[in-house]
Each structure stands twice: as C-alpha cells, then as structure tokens.
C-alpha cells in the first residue's frame, strides 16, 4: 500500500503518509479511509505527509479531486499538507482550490510549521 493511516492520539490527529507512486484511486481510497477515521473519532485535524510522493495526478486530476475535499470530508477539520519544495507550485494551487471551496487547508514544505498550525486553536 503506497500510503499508511495513523491515529495520533495524543494530538486528537489522523496522520496520512504517502510513499512512493499513489494512483488516483489510491487517493481517493485513502480520503475514504481517512474520512472514515475522522468521522468515528470526531477529531479535527489531519496531517498529509506527500513529501514522499509519486502521484499519477494530472492538474485537472489535483483540481478534481481537491474541489471535492469539502463535500468528501468533515467541513470543520483543520488539514495540513506537507509537500517537497521542487512541488511548491502545484501544492499552491491545491491550496488555493481547496479554500476557495471553504476548506481550511494549507500547504507546507516544513514539518514542524505544518504541526504548529494544525495544532493551534
């Protein structure tokens, strides 16, 4: 599985990490699993590690798939995205799709300012 899903307890957090080539049903898979998580615990935080990522996604596929992100998990979840820096661009635009839909998403290319934000209140 190009992806693994971890409950971080101590942080009322779903962690994703992504490794390696992810398929776009695997992205959607695991938004599924992850929503699943997020709806059982009623937290509301989520860390995407994809700074290991191969993604098979087009843009209009990143567009596709984060336009949904609203309807697809829970609208008042707090998401951070940590990205490599050569992928800044194409992180930015799924930032800017994602909250112009109302998610509260953000992008981030340093761990420890993705955790600082997602665990602020």
Known sequence: MPYTIEKLSDFECVSVVYSGRVTQDQHYDSRDETNTILLETGWKKLMVDASNIDAEMSLADDYQFTKEHPFALPISIRMA?????????????????????????????????????????
């Open 81 to 121: 995205i940590l990205h490599r820096p050569d992928e800044s661009e194409r992180f930015s635009f799924i930032e800017d799709v994602a909250r112009n839909r109302g998610a509260n998403l953000k992008t981030f290319t340093d761990r420890a300012a993705a955790l600082n934000w997602l665990l602020q209140d």
